[in-house]
Structures are given as C-alpha cells and as structure tokens.
C-alpha cells in the first residue's frame, strides 16, 4: 500500500474512531487486504451531487464519520452564505440499510451547529423532501439514499434553497468546504437536539393536495376511475405517497405487488432496484399479465424514477424506455393543456442534450418553448429558477426514467409521474385505446425516433483513469464516420466548443462545462458519450430516427432502427 494509504488507516485506528470501527480495520488487514486498501486509498469526494458509496469502514466508503464531516461542510456553507438569517435544513431518507442512522447522523450535526433541523418521521420519497424544503422555507436539505444502485451503496443528495440539488456556485464551494474538514474532531456531533423538528402527515397531505392539482383531466379519471392499475415500489419508498396519490386523483383499482411492497434495504426480489431494468420489473409483469391490468408502474428506492409497463399493439406487455415515456409525458401536459384550453402563450418545457430529440419536435410543432441543457435535474431546475416570472414551465423531464411535472419540486418526482402516466392512461382507454397506441401515432406525428444506451463499468482503482483515456482518445481522435455514415459534428462540452467537421466551423455551447461528447452523424444519428459522476462507469447515449407513414409499418421500422442502433455498437467497437 502506498504512504498515504496507510497514513489514512494510521489515523483511524488512532483517532476519535468508534471502538467498533477500529475492530473491523483489524479484521480487514488480517482477512481482506485487498478490500481495507480499496476502503482508504482516497476519500470518498464530496462531488456536485454530494456522496455516493459502498457502505462500510474507510474514508472511501459511506459510514457515520464520512456522512458527518460533510455535513459539518455543507454547515460551515450555510452559515458563512446566511450570516444573518435563521437556517432551517430538511431531512429524508430512503430504505436502503443505514438511511435511518445516516439521516439521524446528519442531523444532529446540523443542528449542533445551530441549524433548525426539520426530519423526516420515517423514510419518505426524495421529491417530497425537495417539496418540504420549498414549504418550509429552508435553506438547504439532504435526503440519504443511492437512488437506483445496488443495495451495498447508499448516498448523500445535498439541495439548496429553492429545492434543486446543488449548481454553481454552491456545488463547489460546498466541496471546498468539506475539503477543509480534515479530522472528525472537526465535527459537532451533539449539542443540538432541541433544534431538531420531527415531520411527517402534514406535509404528506400538502405534497398530495400539490399533485393531484397537476391533473389535467380530472373529469376522465371520474369515468375511467377502474382503470386497472398495478403497482410497485420495488422495496422502496414510493410506498408511503404512491397509492395515497392515486386515491386523491379517484382511481379505485389499484394492485400493489406485495412481494414488494415492504420497505426492505436489501432488496430481496431483485439484483438492481432499478425500474430501468427488466428484472426487476419482472414480478410486476406477471401480476400485470395475471390480472390484465391496464398499466404497470414501479418506482426506484427513493421514489425519483418511474418504469412503465404497458400492452402493446399486438396485447403483448412491454417496458417503455425512459425516452418514450418522456415524450408521452411532455406531448400529454402540451397536447392536453392546449385542448383543454389552459395552454399559456409563455409554456415552456426542459430536456436534457441526452434525451430524445422527438421531444424538441413536438414541442416545435406545437409553438412551445423547448429548452435543452444538461444531464440532470439540477440544471432543469436551475433554468426553471432562471426562467420564472417570465415563462410558465410546463414539465421538464430526461431519458433517465425521470419527469419533473409543475414547478413545486424542484428534482424529479417519480409519485406525480405515476398519477399523471395513470392518467394519460385513463385518458386514452376512454378512446378505447392504450398508452402504445398513442406512442405510435406520436411517432407518425413527430417522426420514429428510438434511442438506447449501454453502460461500461470500470472498477476499482484504475477505473477513473480508464474512463478518462476513453474520453480523451474520443475527444483527440473523433471518428471520421459511424456505421458507415460520416461524422458531420463534434459537441464538446468540457471545452464549451462546437465543430462542423466538414467545413471546419466552430461555434461557442452556452452551457455549463462539463464531460460530455456528441458525434452528429450524416443520416441524423447521435451519438453521446458522458462518464457518470456517481458511479464507475462510462454510458454511450444512441439515438436514431426515421419517418413512419400508419400503424402497419410499425414492425418493419422498428427493426431498421434497432439494426442501425446495433450496427453504431458494432463499428464503435462498444461491445
């Protein structure tokens, strides 16, 4: 092990270390090595987003001591950028193992540094912890969890004031502030209780009564109130709002999976909590097709992502991907809204330079303001901020299975995805249709796009350093063609630069830096290559397109993009 390394076990073992934690270094140097340098070799980096970790002893893993250094961080920020303000922090957590002990690590730091400190009674959905920071008038919050990943992670979100997760220039001088603090001596543990104030009800039935005013057509859901809905939270915490939600909006069949139903960090059902993936989905499936449901809808752990499953044109069930979902979604609040005559002439939606460009076209042909910035909700939310008092946001929403309808949450919010996709749902079985059916005329409206990505996971010491290389020699030697279609631009992102690769023009992006890359192709096709910033892994992002002209041609053109999409794979030599 190098120096540094063993400096950090040095410290641990000599420290104000818990006598438990000091126990299990011991045993990792006699029984895994391996493991106790992987648990010290760096710190677990506080990055934009805040933590994200394996559990377990070390500074590189989420435990009491790296959660309560941050917090004392992220503190120290608060009260340097409201010197003169009252500060009130919100607080939640997800299912996952040690959420509970996190959130309460987290705080009692907080409030030990005289911060009002609101908490969460028990484990509550990510979304309604960016509601009650809103709500409450709260300067910053954090909800412990790891969203999707396996259950040996768990996290820590910090958010501003305004509800989003951190950007500039809190996102970095938040990390700065955490950098200074060098030992848990640093760290106020306890002091502070009285500033800590338990929530729970009343701020579930104010979140509850905010969604069910995103309905649109609340009129068809009291026609259509049997719609045959299947449920599940996949051992997370969408059970606590989910079903309630559905109440409020009228719908009185819904079938939640039981096996999934109990709140469960260790995810026994499943390899991934993840409703991008289909196992995970499985179980609900089966109930779906057992009770012919009408449509299938799981959320992740913190209740952030929703899947959706549906009968497609043939009465097969499906998986929607997060691109198809979105563009139902966004067509649905702008279709609907202008139907129904509530469309302003300031609407306006976000989506992210990774996600389907079919949403810009809807958005065109229907006259409303669309807006593309970064990967992730934070940025949705912060041109949202920008934009407010000017434009009326409509919903905003990416490929990542996350929609951010209405501008009371700040941060994508899988509980209103759910009751809004129920709805459209509701709204197309009263034409005697399905959710596919409608997809496919959206196709022949807007054009066939279809877009898939894959994930290369890199691991252990060496992983960062693999993905770099990866994204420099793409950045330094950009492919002169894909799959036999010539490479006509290069979206740089990091360098803010945008290239037409025939002419030799260049052009200014007017976006935030940040690693990504995006090769434009002759026939339309794009391809996006981004390194995750919480995970070891790199995802390639692919998106193609085509006409469709009815419903029969369905089949045919769906091949011919998949094929085009393996052939992209293939000539990149991803695979």
């Given at each position: 092990?190098?120096?540094?390394?063993l400096?950090?076990?040095?410290?641990?073992?000599?420290?104000?270390y818990?006598?438990?934690?000091?126990?299990?270094i011991?045993?990792l140097?006699?029984?895994?090595?391996?493991?106790?340098?992987?648990?010290?070799?760096?710190?677990?980096?506080?990055?934009?987003?805040g933590?994200r970790?394996?559990?377990?002893?070390?500074t590189?893993?989420?435990?009491k001591?790296?959660v309560?250094?941050a917090?004392?961080?992220?503190?120290n920020?608060?009260?340097k950028?409201?010197?003169?303000?009252?500060?009130?922090?919100?607080?939640?957590?997800?299912?996952?193992?040690?959420?509970?002990?996190?959130?309460?690590?987290?705080a009692n730091?907080f409030a030990?540094?005289g911060i009002?400190?609101?908490?969460?009674?028990?484990l509550?959905?990510?979304?309604?912890?960016?509601?009650?920071?809103?709500?409450l008038?709260c300067?910053?919050?954090?909800?412990?969890t790891?969203?999707h990943?396996?259950?040996e992670?768990n996290?820590?979100?910090?958010?501003?004031?305004?509800g989003?997760?951190l950007v500039p220039?809190h996102?970095?001088?938040?990390i700065?502030?955490?950098?200074?603090?060098?030992?848990?001596?640093?760290?106020?543990?306890?002091?502070?209780?009285?500033?800590i104030?338990?929530?729970?009800?009343?701020?579930?039935?104010?979140?509850?009564?905010?969604v069910?005013e995103?309905?649109?057509?609340?009129?068809?859901?009291v026609?259509?109130?049997?719609?045959?809905?299947?449920?599940t939270?996949?051992?997370?915490?969408?059970?606590m709002?989910v079903p309630?939600?559905?109440q409020a909006?009228?719908?009185?069949?819904v079938?939640?999976?039981?096996?999934?139903?109990?709140?469960d960090?260790?995810?026994?059902?499943?390899?991934?909590?993840?409703?991008?993936?289909t196992?995970?989905?499985?179980?609900g499936l089966?109930?779906?097709?057992?009770?012919?449901?009408d449509?299938?809808?799981?959320?992740?752990?913190?209740?952030?992502?929703?899947?959706?499953g549906?009968?497609?044109?043939?009465?097969?069930?499906?998986l929607?991907?997060?691109n198809?979902?979105?563009?139902l979604?966004f067509?649905?609040?702008?279709e609907?809204?202008?139907n129904?005559?509530?469309a302003?002439?300031?609407?306006m939606?976000i989506?992210?330079i990774?996600?389907?460009?079919?949403?810009?076209?809807?958005?065109?042909?229907n006259?409303?303001?669309c807006?593309?910035?970064?990967?992730g909700f934070?940025?949705?939310?912060?041109?949202?901020?920008?934009?407010?008092?000017?434009?009326?946001?409509?919903?905003?929403?990416?490929e990542?299975?996350?929609l951010m309808?209405?501008?009371?949450v700040?941060?994508?919010?899988?509980?209103?995805?759910?009751?809004?996709?129920?709805?459209?749902?509701a709204?197309?079985?009263?034409?005697?249709?399905?959710l596919f059916?409608?997809?496919?005329?959206?196709?022949?409206?807007?054009?066939?796009?279809y877009e898939?990505?894959?994930?290369i996971?890199?691991?252990g010491?060496?992983?960062?350093?693999?993905i770099?290389?990866?994204?420099?020699?793409?950045?330094?030697?950009?492919?002169?063609s894909?799959?036999?279609?010539?490479v006509?631009q290069?979206?740089?992102y990091?360098?803010?630069?945008?290239?037409?690769?025939?002419?030799?023009?260049s052009?200014?992006?007017?976006?935030?830096?940040s690693?990504?890359?995006?090769?434009i192709?002759?026939?339309?096709?794009?391809?996006?290559?981004?390194?995750?910033?919480?995970e070891?892994?790199?995802?390639?992002?692919?998106?193609v397109?085509?006409?469709?002209n009815n419903?029969?041609?369905?089949?045919?053109?769906?091949?011919?993009?998949?094929?085009?999409?393996k052939?992209?794979?293939?000539?990149?030599?991803?695979k």
């Amino acid at each position: 092990m190098d120096a540094s390394t063993l400096k950090n076990i040095d410290t641990w073992l000599s420290g104000n270390y818990d006598a438990a934690t000091k126990q299990s270094i011991e045993k990792l140097k006699l029984e895994n090595p391996n493991d106790l340098e992987e648990s010290f070799y760096r710190s677990l980096e506080f990055g934009t987003g805040g933590l994200r970790g394996i559990m377990g002893v070390g500074t590189n893993r989420m435990n009491k001591y790296t959660v309560g250094m941050a917090t004392q961080g992220f503190a120290n920020y608060l009260k340097k950028s409201f010197s003169n303000e009252e500060i009130r922090v919100a607080i939640a957590h997800d299912s996952r193992n040690n959420s509970r002990f996190f959130a309460e690590t987290t705080a009692n730091v907080f409030a030990s540094n005289g911060i009002k400190v609101f908490l969460f009674e028990a484990l509550r959905p990510t979304p309604e912890l960016s509601f009650a920071i809103r709500t409450l008038g709260c300067k910053g919050g954090v909800v412990c969890t790891a969203s999707h990943n396996p259950k040996e992670y768990n996290g820590y979100k910090a958010y501003w004031d305004d509800g989003a997760q951190l950007v500039p220039p809190h996102d970095k001088n938040v990390i700065k502030e955490v950098e200074l603090i060098q030992s848990v001596d640093d760290v106020k543990w306890s002091g502070g209780e009285k500033n800590i104030t338990i929530i729970g009800k009343e701020m579930d039935d104010q979140y509850i009564k905010m969604v069910k005013e995103l309905s649109v057509y609340p009129e068809i859901i009291v026609k259509q109130h049997d719609l045959k809905i299947v449920y599940t939270p996949i051992h997370g915490t969408g059970i606590m709002l989910v079903p309630k939600v559905l109440q409020a909006f009228g719908f009185t069949n819904v079938h939640v999976v039981e096996e999934q139903a109990t709140p469960d960090g260790n995810f026994p059902t499943v390899v991934y909590p993840n409703p991008e993936e289909t196992e995970t989905m499985s179980i609900g499936l089966q109930k779906a097709k057992f009770l012919n449901a009408d449509i299938l809808l799981g959320t992740d752990p913190d209740a952030d992502r929703v899947g959706v499953g549906v009968k497609n044109h043939k009465g097969e069930w499906v998986l929607m991907n997060g691109n198809q979902t979105a563009v139902l979604a966004f067509a649905y609040m702008i279709e609907a809204r202008k139907n129904k005559g509530i469309a302003k002439p300031n609407d306006m939606v976000i989506s992210t330079i990774v996600t389907t460009e079919m949403i810009n076209e809807v958005a065109k042909q229907n006259n409303v303001a669309c807006y593309n910035v970064l990967t992730g909700f934070k940025w949705i939310a912060s041109l949202l901020k920008e934009k407010e008092g000017k434009e009326n946001y409509i919903v905003g929403g990416e490929e990542s299975f996350g929609l951010m309808i209405g501008d009371k949450v700040r941060d994508k919010d899988a509980v209103s995805a759910v009751a809004l996709l129920c709805e459209m749902a509701a709204v197309e079985k009263n034409n005697g249709r399905t959710l596919f059916d409608k997809m496919i005329d959206l196709y022949i409206k807007y054009g066939f796009y279809y877009e898939t990505l894959i994930s290369i996971t890199k691991k252990g010491m060496n992983g960062s350093k693999e993905i770099a290389d990866m994204m420099e020699g793409y950045r330094n030697n950009p492919p002169s063609s894909i799959n036999g279609s010539k490479v006509v631009q290069l979206l740089d992102y990091e360098l803010s630069v945008g290239k037409n690769l025939i002419t030799g023009e260049s052009w200014k992006i007017e976006l935030p830096k940040s690693n990504v890359l995006q090769f434009i192709t002759e026939d339309g096709s794009k391809i996006s290559a981004r390194p995750s910033g919480t995970e070891p892994k790199i995802k390639f992002y692919f998106s193609v397109k085509t006409t469709l002209n009815n419903k029969t041609e369905f089949e045919e053109k769906y091949a011919l993009l998949q094929n085009k999409i393996k052939g992209i794979i293939e000539s990149m030599q991803l695979k």
